[in-house]
T-cell receptor, first 114, second 112 residues
Framework: GQQVMQIPQYQHVQEGEDFTTYCNSS?????IQWYKQRPGGHPVFLIQLVKSGEVKKQKRLTFQFGEAKKNSSLHITATQTTDVGTYFC??????????????FGKGTLLTVNP | NAGVTQTPKFQVLKTGQSMTLQCAQDMNHNSMYWYRQDPGMGLRLIYYSASEGTTDKGEVPNGYNVSRLNKREFSLRLESAAPSQTSVYFC???????????FGQGTRLTVV
């Protein structure tokens, strides 16, 4: 079945440093989504990428979708304490029943030292 | 606008007991999902309903059953709870199967 791998599992940074998390799928994806989950909270949608090579920005966050639509990354510039949480990528397959299923990576827990 | 509402928020069960987790969304979404979240395992799909009247197994369906009662409601049933089902359960919905998912607040279930 479809697998989505995410690295690193944990990342601790000093406030102001940059942060990147990477996501790789075992199969080609129709789209990929990113979610953020604050400690004790529920996942909250950040963005969806659909096109090969797509790059989207949200203030200090930059999202990329690979040319082969099998990998993606989230980069945060100059982290702040409000960025603390777990960042998940979630991929959707391209065919059959797999395109109904959103397969999540295991997430990257970001902690920020003020 | 409440979004996705899950009940209960917390539950402790004894091994072998049964219970139903309730989920309702008020966004007129077509697709609904049940996930479980365990430490270090991310979110794993238990069951999903692409549209009203349909349900399908996800990655970890064993020990669970679901009912899409109507367009708003999607329930998850544990017939005979086991300690391995101790987890945080999230219900989610999306307007269409390709869209962003909106999550409920979660149900923290402990099976002793």
């Amino acid at each position: 079945g479809q697998q989505v791998m995410q690295i690193p599992q944990y990342q601790h940074v000093q406030e102001g440093e940059d942060f990147t998390t990477y996501c790789n799928s075992s199969t080609t994806l129709s789209n990929i989504q990113w979610y953020k989950q604050r400690p004790g909270g529920h996942p909250v949608f950040l963005i969806q990428l659909v096109k090969s090579g797509e790059v989207k920005k949200q203030k200090r966050l930059t999202f990329q979708f690979g040319e082969a639509k099998k990998n993606s990354s989230l980069h945060i510039t100059a982290t702040q304490t409000t960025d603390v949480g777990t960042y998940f990528c979630a991929g959707r397959g391209v065919s059959g029943g797999s395109n109904y299923k959103l397969t999540f990576g295991k997430g990257t827990l970001l902690t920020v030292n003020p | 606008n409440a979004g996705v509402t899950q009940t209960p928020k917390f539950q402790v069960l004894k091994t072998g007991q049964s219970m139903t987790l309730q989920c309702a969304q008020d966004m007129n979404h077509n697709s609904m999902y049940w996930y479980r979240q365990d430490p270090g395992m991310g979110l794993r799909l238990i069951y999903y309903s692409a549209s009203e009247g349909t349900t399908d197994k996800g990655e970890v369906p064993n020990g669970y059953n679901v009912s899409r009662l109507n367009k708003r409601e999607f329930s998850l049933r544990l017939e005979s709870a086991a300690p391995s089902q101790t987890s945080v359960y999230f219900c989610a919905s999306s307007e269409a199967y390709w869209g962003e998912a909106f999550f409920g607040q979660g149900t923290r279930l402990t099976v002793v």
